[in-house]
């Protein structure tokens, strides 16, 4: 039998497809190659070089999980230090969420992009704590 390997993308519709993908590349960072306006993510990078694992997970229709309930899915991207990606998008005029989760699973928050998606930002668990001056 076949079987899935894993996850190949997560692609977006746009109304505005240049801005919304210039928007994730200056807020969050990714390398957006403007040939297609998307990026590549490696799932081991030399800030984690164990890698991580993609999550799939259904939830049922009445969920607020992903925001507003017009939303059908969410993004979801693993961070180094969450509380610092959170600031930097505060200090950018980012619409961020107040509350963080914290639990087993790690660290979590929340910023809207340009067009309304809920992207959920997480610190695993066993993140390197930040040093701070």
Known sequence: MEKVLGVGGTF???????GL??????????????????A???LTTP????GACVVFGVFPT???YFGDRANTFMLNFRVRD?????AQLRAAGCDVADKVEESDFGKFGWVTDPEGHRV???EPPGSP?????
């Open 12 to 18: 977006l519709r746009a109304r505005d497809r240049e």
């Open 21 to 38: 993908a210039r928007w994730y590349g200056e807020h969050l960072g990714l390398a957006i190659d403007e040939s297609w306006w998307g």
């Open 40 to 42: 590549s993510l490696p």
């Open 120 to 122: 959920e930002l997480w």
């Open 129 to 133: 704590t930040p040093v701070t001056p």
């Open 47 to 50: 800030d984690d070089p164990e």
């Open 82 to 86: 969450l509380h610092a990606m959170l």
């Open 62 to 64: 009445d969920t607020d």
